[in-house]
């Protein structure tokens, strides 16, 4: 468990299963975690995402940790929120690319995900030892951006209208954000 202010880390379980199914099936918080890939994130049925769950577990036994990872987040007070995950480590340039969602929308804009975002990103830095973390949002989830960016990411690339939500195109946004600059923030 990696415990925040507001949040805590903790390996996904199966009883996370019944809850994340509802959220990926809920067409607002499923868009908002995955923009245009709200196709194939969405409308999931429960047996596979067990079936995920189970592939997880294997995974993690196999001490593939430090290649990816997905944890479940939950408040101080047990009430499981959300996910975030780390995969694709590199471990020549030591970069990994993350993603990050609050489901449960009674949390959202309260600072639960900046606070995931903070432990998660303390965690690859300080003990996976990375330097460099990487993700992508889409151009209309404005509350992630600004998020992304209070924890110190700064905005290096952008495909024009890669992403298509709603019935309308959006820009990919790809956010960098370095060991250096991540501990240097949390000084200020």
């Given at each position: 468990?990696?415990?925040?202010n507001l949040v805590e880390l903790?390996?996904?379980?199966?009883?996370?299963m019944e809850r994340l199914f509802h959220w990926r099936n809920d067409e607002e918080a499923a868009k908002w975690a995955a923009g245009s890939g709200l196709v194939t994130y969405s409308y999931i049925s429960l047996d596979s995402l067990r079936a995920m769950y189970e592939e997880n577990v294997r995974a993690s036994r196999l001490d593939d940790k430090l290649k990816s990872f997905v944890f479940s987040v939950y408040t101080l007070d047990g009430e499981h929120i959300g996910n975030c995950d780390y995969r694709e480590v590199n471990p020549i340039t030591r970069t990994a690319t993350i993603?990050?969602?609050i489901m449960a929308k009674e949390y959202w804009s309260k600072g639960y995900g900046t606070d995931t975002l903070r432990l998660l990103l303390d965690f690859l830095f300080s003990k996976l030892n990375l330097n460099r973390v990487q993700l992508d949002t889409w151009s209309g989830n404005a509350r992630a951006i600004r998020a992304y960016e209070k924890?110190?990411?700064?905005?290096?690339?952008?495909?024009?209208?890669?992403?298509?939500?709603d019935g309308q195109y959006y820009d990919t946004i790809m956010m960098g954000l370095l060991r250096e600059e991540f501990y240097q923030q949390a000084k200020e």
């Open positions: 468990m990696i415990k925040g903790r390996p996904v379980i199966a009883e996370d993603g990050i969602a924890s110190g990411f700064v905005i290096e690339g952008r495909l024009r209208q890669n992403e298509y939500v």
